[in-house]
């Protein structure tokens, strides 16, 4: 909601929370409080939570939970945050503009952090689909063109560069570029990165696994390379070859 656009329920959302008289709650004992009250920019807050179905979304903490920016605000080294697991497109954006907004709005603490953003094409994408998506994506321009300066270091890791918010990208000062065969995206990276001479990147679709291009403030001059093994063990796999076997044998 807008505090001015759409200031009668905004007005009523803040009234049911000061009555609340805590700091936690969930937006079920908002629409329940609500429900309780005669006013009409109470019943369109009641209708806009009941409509949107919000109050149901799985990823809200309880009342006796620590949540995610809870979470943020702790001394850690690694946090992974797997919001693929979510059920819906807002959900996902929910977490990432959680975690993308708060660690802008403590940027002054000047703690350094690398953010990794797998699949960033679906976190920023150029076109957004929505208001939320929006609003993520407006947090992730300002950390990826004044984050720096705050200890705050974007990688963003995608497939589909093309489809990566253009103010985004163009704030990227490196590219480690591995296998890639769409014309169209490789024709992108040209554009966005122009140390990357055109001739080394032609050579993208025809990378055997781990070899890359090096490109940027990371190298001195543009350079082929390749990746060894893993030192640790990996978590992730894809579907394993045994259950495309099994299914062949059911009827």
């Known amino acids: 909601m807008d505090p001015l656009r759409d200031r009668e329920e905004f007005n009523a959302y803040w009234r049911a929370i000061e009555g609340l008289s805590r700091e936690r709650y969930s937006l079920s004992e908002v629409k329940e409080i609500v429900g309780r009250q005669f006013s009409e920019d109470a019943r369109q807050l009641g209708l806009r939570i009941e409509n949107l179905g919000v ?18 605000g702790e001394d850690w080294r ?14 996902q954006s929910i977490v990432a503009m959680a975690v993308l907004g708060r660690l802008w709005r403590h940027r002054h603490e000047r703690q350094p952090v690398l953010i990794v953003a797998d699949e960033a094409h679906n976190i920023c994408p150029q076109e957004p689909a929505d208001d939320l998506e929006t609003a993520v994506t407006r947090h992730a321009v300002k950390i990826a063109g004044e984050g720096r300066k705050f200890g705050l270091y974007l990688l963003l890791a995608s ?15 490196n590219l480690v570029l591995m296998k890639m065969i769409s014309a169209s995206d490789l024709a992108y990276v040209s554009q966005v990165f122009s140390q990357a001479p055109g001739t080394f990147l032609d050579q993208s679709p025809h990378f055997a696994l ?23 063990e990996e978590g992730g796999t894809d579907v394993p070859a045994s259950w495309t076997n099994s299914q062949k044998g059911s009827g």
């Not at 109050?55 to 943020?72: M, N, R």
């Not at 690694?78 to 959900?91: H, I, K, N, Y």
């Not at 070899?211 to 001059?221: D, M, S």
Request: with cysteine; aromatic share 6%.
């Open 55 to 72: 109050a149901e979304w799985s990823l809200w903490s309880g009342t006796d939970e620590s949540s995610l920016v809870d979470l943020l």
């Open 78 to 91: 690694c946090l992974v945050v797997d919001s693929g697991t979510l059920a819906s497109p807002e959900e």
């Open 159 to 173: 497939q589909r560069p093309g489809k990566i918010h253009a103010n985004i990208l163009s704030q990227c000062d």
């Open 210 to 232: 781990g070899e890359c291009l090096l490109a940027g403030k990371i190298v001195q001059n543009p350079t082929f390379c390749a990746f060894e093994g893993r030192l640790t």
